[in-house]
């Protein structure tokens, strides 16, 4: 055998080897995606469930526009391991500027608009909270407040809550306004609801 022969064996041998090799990572790449298996995200898998981050899709239900100017409409809450959270915005659909400052009053309705006994604790630590500054709100535009609650039932002699309207006095010496709930607040029996300060809505 000359040697250019030889090194055409030997050419034939490597490239029979290679073509077995890259056949079989072919093979392996389309077992992986028969079986269902997604490509890597970054993301962990099985951690803990992230705090609800509160989309904001196109609010609804709503209130009429009010005597005072203003209407309130509520978004469907979003979850995560029986946390909820949703936005409540206020629109200024009259011809003045509407003044905020702070906190909202809030109670909890059930079908017939009768009262739970819910505290509202004004802060929470589970999503943004600018706190308490001065709003004015033009016409035309709108704030918002964020309220988070936890959907749990620990005493079952207690009654759960499940409110159909949230009951919103803007601020003090203003009048009621009453949203019907995006979905159910369903606070289970913890009694407590957390509300963000009025922001104004970018």
Do not use: H
Request: hydrophobic share 40%; proline share 12%; net charge positive.
């Amino acid at each position: 055998m000359d040697g250019f022969s030889g090194d055409l064996q030997r050419f034939a041998v490597v490239a029979g080897v290679l073509a077995a090799v890259a056949g079989a990572a072919a093979c392996g790449t389309e077992s992986g995606t028969a079986s269902g298996v997604p490509p890597a995200s970054g993301a962990p898998s099985g951690g803990p469930s992230p705090a609800p981050t509160i989309a904001s899709p196109t609010p609804n239900p709503s209130t009429a526009c009010s005597a005072d100017g203003v209407s309130l409409s509520m978004d469907r809450p979003d979850a995560a391991m029986g946390l909820r959270a949703t936005w409540v915005e206020l629109r200024n659909c009259g011809t003045r500027p509407y003044r905020l400052n702070g906190y909202p009053a809030l109670r909890v309705l059930d079908e017939n608009r009768q009262p739970f006994d819910v505290r509202t604790v004004k802060g929470t630590r589970q999503i943004k909270d600018a706190g308490p500054k001065p709003v004015i709100v033009e016409p035309g535009k709108a704030a918002r407040i964020g309220i988070v609650w936890r959907n749990l039932v620990t005493e079952s002699a207690i009654p759960a809550v499940n409110g159909s309207y949230l009951e919103v006095r803007p601020a003090p010496g203003r009048p009621v306004l009453v949203v019907p709930a995006n979905g159910p607040l369903d606070l289970g029996n913890t009694g407590r609801l957390e509300t963000t300060a009025w922001t104004p809505v970018p």
